[in-house]
């Protein structure tokens, strides 16, 4: 049984999709420049939020940091409206904690927001410790920095951690830092684009997780 589960958070605790388009399509009108498309937002969700501004928009750096700073500014206005909790994760979560599985968070997106939501849907005791992209300067997802930080941070071992995510960015992630990891195909990412990132385990639902720990 694995000591530790590292969950990804958008695509894989919650549906934030809806609301990341549209935040995103509103800050491409704000800014006057061409809207991108739901799919070409979808494929970005994952990377830290300056780089998703950067490549759906092909910005300089100083308009890239621009649009994050308008996509901040209009995230209570859209984005967590639109965000709900993926089917049976509060249960879930629910079942792993009583079990003893120590739990954590390692997302691209920024702290404020993600407290926001965990605390929305009272998701925030699950967790032991979350690691956000803009509270520390590591390198972002594929790469293992998330990962090895927080099996430091829980004392565990990669062979005791499962990486939980939606994106091949999550499954690189936990490859690297020689985790197990588990891709769920209700998210983000094609199953196609997940099994490309060679997880351990795919699922459909996120309460098969059970069965896998």
Same mark, same amino acid.
């Given at each position: 049984?694995?000591?530790? /589960?590292?969950?990804?958070?958008?695509?894989?605790?919650?549906?934030?999709?809806?609301?990341?388009?549209? @935040? +995103?399509?509103?800050? $491409?009108?704000?800014?006057?420049? *061409?809207? *991108?498309?739901?799919?070409?937002?979808?494929?970005? !969700?994952?990377? *830290?939020?300056?780089?998703?501004?950067? @490549?759906?928009?092909?910005?300089?750096?100083?308009?890239?940091?621009?649009?994050?700073?308008?996509?901040?500014?209009?995230?209570?206005?859209?984005?967590?409206?639109?965000?709900?909790?993926?089917?049976?994760?509060?249960?879930?979560?629910?079942?792993?904690?009583?079990?003893?599985?120590?739990?954590? /968070?390692?997302?691209?997106?920024?702290? $404020?927001?993600?407290?926001? !939501?965990?605390?929305?849907?009272?998701?925030?005791?699950?967790?032991?410790?979350?690691?956000?992209?803009?509270?520390?300067?590591?390198?972002?997802?594929?790469?293992?920095? +998330?990962?090895?930080?927080? %099996?430091?941070?829980?004392?565990?071992?990669?062979?005791?951690?499962?990486?939980?995510?939606?994106?091949?960015?999550?499954?690189? %992630?936990?490859?690297?830092?020689?985790?197990?990891?588990?891709?769920?195909?209700?998210?983000?990412?094609?199953?196609?684009?997940?099994?490309?990132?060679?997880?351990?385990?795919? !699922?459909?639902? $996120?309460?098969? !997780?059970?069965?896998?720990?």
């Amino acid at each position: 049984m694995p000591k530790a /589960i590292l969950f990804d958070f958008d695509g894989t605790l919650a549906n934030t999709a809806p609301g990341i388009v549209l @935040t +995103m399509q509103k800050t $491409f009108q704000e800014m006057c420049l *061409p809207i *991108p498309t739901d799919e070409a937002v979808r494929h970005t !969700i994952g990377l *830290p939020l300056k780089k998703c501004v950067q @490549t759906l928009g092909q910005l300089s750096d100083k308009e890239a940091e621009e649009g994050t700073a308008i996509y901040r500014k209009l995230f209570p206005v859209y984005e967590i409206e639109h965000i709900s909790i993926f089917p049976s994760v509060s249960e879930t979560l629910s079942l792993l904690f009583s079990q003893g599985i120590r739990m954590a /968070i390692c997302t691209s997106r920024n702290k $404020f927001s993600l407290d926001s !939501i965990l605390q929305r849907y009272a998701l925030e005791n699950y967790f032991e410790t979350i690691l956000t992209a803009d509270t520390h300067k590591l390198n972002p997802k594929p790469a293992p920095d +998330m990962a090895l930080v927080l %099996m430091e941070r829980l004392q565990v071992s990669a062979s005791q951690t499962l990486v939980v995510g939606d994106t091949s960015f999550d499954i690189e %992630m936990g490859n690297r830092a020689h985790c197990t990891t588990v891709a769920v195909t209700y998210g983000n990412h094609s199953r196609q684009q997940l099994l490309s990132a060679n997880p351990t385990h795919i !699922i459909d639902h $996120f309460d098969q !997780i059970v069965e896998i720990v």
